[in-house]
Every structure is written in C-alpha cells, then in structure tokens.
C-alpha cells in the first residue's frame, strides 16, 4: 500500500484564498483589537499547523519511519478552519440558532414543518474547500472531522443539512464518507467522529493543544497560574506566561506521541481509495491522550470555561456579536435589496435549476389548476397566476437586466422580480403549510447564514452600522 503524497498546489489554493485571509479579522476566543495581542482565529490556525507539524516529526521519528506525510498535515491545519464565523464560536452558535429555528428572531421566523438546517463551522469549511476546488479527499475529510460532526441530539442523515443542502447528487467521496464513518447514522451524534487518517487525527488533536494553550495564555491572570500547573502536573523554571505555554504545549505534545505510538503498534491501518488518491486509513482512534492526561484535560477546559470563556470580558463581546448577527438576519429577511448584488446573483445561479425550485413551481401550477376545477374565486387564481409569473421570469433569468454594463463584468439586479421572488417565500407558507416553499425559504435563510459566516468581524460591524446607522 502506497499513500499518495498531498498535491502542493491545493496548500496554495487554501492559503491564497480570501476565506483564508479573513481569518486574520475573526475572533478566536478574546475579541482582538490592535492594542490587544490575542490570538485570532488565523494565528490560531498557524499555531496549530506548527503544534501539528510538531507531532508529526515526532511521531515519524520515534517510529523511525515518515508514517505521517507533513504536507498532509500542513494542508488539513491550514484548513480546518477557513469555514469559521466572525465573533468565534458564539457566530456559530446564533448562525445556527437562526437557521434551525430555535432562534425565531423574535417571531420573524415560525415554526415549519420541514427538516431544520444546520449550520456548523467544519460543515462550512467542507462546504467552502470544494467551491475552492480543493480535491483532495483527505484535505476535506480532515477539516470536516476535526471537531464533532453532528450536534448533540441530531439524528438527520448524512444528505440532508448540515452537510451540502444544495447538493442534489451524492459524490463518490461522499459515498466514502457514508462507508467508513457510517455517517448516515450516527450512533451517538453528541461524539466526535476521528478522521480517517493518522494526519487528520493529529490535526484534531492538535487543534485541541493550542486551544488550551491559547484561552490560558490570552486570559490568564497570574494569581491562577498554580491552578493550571497543578492541574496537569508541571512545573516552571520560571514562572511567567511565556514558559508556562511552553511547557503545557510540550507536556501534552509528549503525552501524545507516547499514546500514539503505542496505539499504532496494536493497530493496523486498512487502505481506502477515492479519485485515484489512495491512503492508510483507521476507523479508530489512534492519535490521543493517555487515559491519565485526557482526564486532566478536561479538569482544564472546566477551568477554562467557568474562569475565562464565562468572564466579563467574553460575556460582553459575545451578548453584542450575538446581538450584530441577529440583527443582520433580521434585516436581510425584511429586505432583500440590503443583500450585495453577488450575494443575490449566486443564490439564483444556484437555486433556479434545482429541484427544490422546480417542486414548489410546479406545486403552484397544480394549486392554479386545482383552483380552475373547483370554480375558486378569480382573486384566488389571479394570486396564483401572479406566483407562478414570478416563478417563471426567475427562471427566465429576469432577476437580471440582460444588458449589463458593458465592459464591466458586472451583473445588474432587477429588483421588481427579485423582491417579488422573496415575497413569495417570507408569506405564510414558509411556515410549513407549504413544505415547497417552506424549503426554499430555509434554503435562504442558510444562505444568509454562509454569507454573514464568510464576514470578518470588521465587515460584521460595518454591515450592522450601515444598515442601522449607528
């Protein structure tokens, strides 16, 4: 068996990506700002491709064999999070609340009778390294798993949301996905799924290495510094911030070489091939913690989460990030012309030639001529007449003035069709009573949900002015 070592040019489509450059201006855990040196979710990032690099070459040395390909390594780490919200993870918690209705912002949305979206940061990074062309099946397969897959309590099957709600074939990587993760039925949705090769395993581990050395260092005060040494058993030579991150990063770096390597020696791997990209693959996890050390890592993130996740500072910033997206929601639904121009155009280029559009077209016309047989009021078919008029200049391309700018490259929005597009949807039926449309209009709000996750914090803050005039 033979693994196929990474293609370089994909590491340069991730890092030469605008998704990849926005991370620069999205919050890890501590809001930054320039007189704040905290960690942001792009250095975050290059933290955890150095600390998984770092595994990685120990790994391959104490086994006296190159077991784990570093590029691979590098690639997956440069990617695991390009698919992140603006604020952390409290973006990802209101985006989510929003697209799954648990958030009804304040009754714009009601209940439906549909599936509910999901939205999920590895989700969107998954989503967002396949529009980048990146085909590597480990590279995606490494992103999508390096944290939990489902959240807790979700029984949907792999297919519908959270994965790819605008996918209307399943791909043979997906397949893939399905066999070897058993992914379409999850035995416990609330449990992190290890990727399937060592490389992405140790990416997600390495992810988790400098999220604890991240929050301790960034929110850290100093009068705590004996609870964290006791907690995992070191000690200092000298007692400040800086070798107190060395020394958590090497402890644990340590921890779980030793485990790792006495795991590969009791496990063999199998070998799994998709798209001619071939690789040992384990359906265990075999890079991890010691049982001694995985305990006092989670004595650890309970002091992070009560001492600094849950302070003051990280209270306030996530109240108003939560505050800023739900707004920005709430006035995307009231009025679609806030939307940019490319926003519209690639919803429509996306959404006309699917089959959830034709669906509720077509269930228009048969309401239309179910009305005509049943002797209905005229004011009734002419309202529906009107839908399917939409429906039909929609698809027509009329949402779109057919002569642009010339020269420009630019597509001109009409707004008399695409305002009368999204009536259509923000009318009764979205609440369920007409599961069609009740589908498109979740389809929208998911859309939103990506377009607000692609924003920095910078560019959330100056939407939310814009559109309130603060």
């Known amino acids: 068996m033979s693994n196929k070592k990474v293609n370089y040019s994909y590491i340069e489509k991730i890092v030469s990506s605008p998704q990849f450059r926005n991370m620069q201006d999205k919050t890890q855990l501590f809001y930054s700002a320039p007189e704040r040196q905290v960690r942001t979710r792009l250095t975050h990032t290059i933290e955890v491709k150095v600390i998984a690099r770092d595994i990685g070459m120990e790994l391959n040395s104490a086994l006296s064999e190159e077991l784990a390909d570093l590029d691979l390594v590098d690639a997956i780490a440069l990617a695991h999070d390009i698919g992140h919200t603006p604020f952390g993870h409290v973006g ?43 085909e590597d099946w480990r590279i995606v ?3 999508l798993c390096h944290t939990k897959v489902f959240y807790k309590g979700d029984g949907g099957a792999f297919g519908k949301n959270p994965y790819d709600p605008f996918r209307e074939t399943v791909t043979k990587f997906e397949q893939f996905l399905q066999t070897h993760h058993g992914i379409s039925s999850p035995p416990d949705t609330g449990k992190k799924l290890p990727s399937l ?98 305990k006092r890592n989670g004595r650890l993130e309970e002091f992070i989460t009560k001492m600094m996740a ?23 639904l009231r009025d679609v012309s806030l939307l940019p121009d490319r ?24 309401k239309k001529a179910e009305a005509e047989r049943s002797n209905a009021p005229a004011e009734h078919i002419k309202a529906l007449e009107a839908k399917i008029e939409v429906f039909e200049q929609i698809k027509s391309g009329k949402w779109r003035y057919t002569r642009e700018i010339p020269g420009s490259g630019r597509i001109v929005i009409d707004m008399k069709w695409v305002g ?4 259509i949807l923000t009318e009764d039926e979205r609440a369920g009573q007409t599961p069609e449309l009740g589908v498109l209009f979740d389809e929208y709000i998911l859309r939103i949900g990506f377009h607000i996750a692609g924003m920095t914090n910078t560019e959330a803050f100056t939407a939310y002015n814009r559109v309130y005039g603060h």
């Open 92 to 134: 990802e918690r209101t985006i989510n609340d929003i697209v799954s209705r648990k958030d009804p912002l304040g009754g714009m949305l009601l209940p439906t009778g549909v599936q509910p979206m999901r939205f999920k940061h590895n989700v969107n990074s998954f989503r967002l390294l396949r529009e980048l062309k990146v």
């Open 141 to 143: 397969e490494g992103a």
């Open 197 to 294: 090769t060592l490389e992405g395993q140790i990416v997600a581990i390495a992810d988790e290495v400098a999220q604890r050395v991240a929050d301790i260092s960034d929110g850290l005060e100093s009068r705590y510094f004996e609870v964290v040494k006791n907690i995992l058993g070191i000690e200092l030579k000298r007692n400040n911030r800086e070798e107190l991150e060395r020394c958590i990063r090497e402890t644990l770096i340590r921890d779980i070489v030793g485990t790792t390597r006495r795991n590969l020696k009791k496990i063999r791997p199998a070998f799994g091939k998709i798209d001619g990209i071939g690789h040992d693959i384990y359906n265990t996890e075999v890079v991890s913690f010691s049982g001694d050390m995985q």
């Open 310 to 332: 849950q302070s003051e500072d990280v209270r306030e910033s996530d109240s108003r990030s939560a505050h800023i997206i739900r707004q920005l929601f709430k006035a995307y």
């Open 343 to 366: 926003f519209i155009a690639e919803y429509f280029q996306a959404t006309v030639n699917r089959s959830t559009f034709s669906a509720a077209h077509s269930m228009l016309l048969h």
């Open 420 to 423: 009368a597009f999204f009536a």
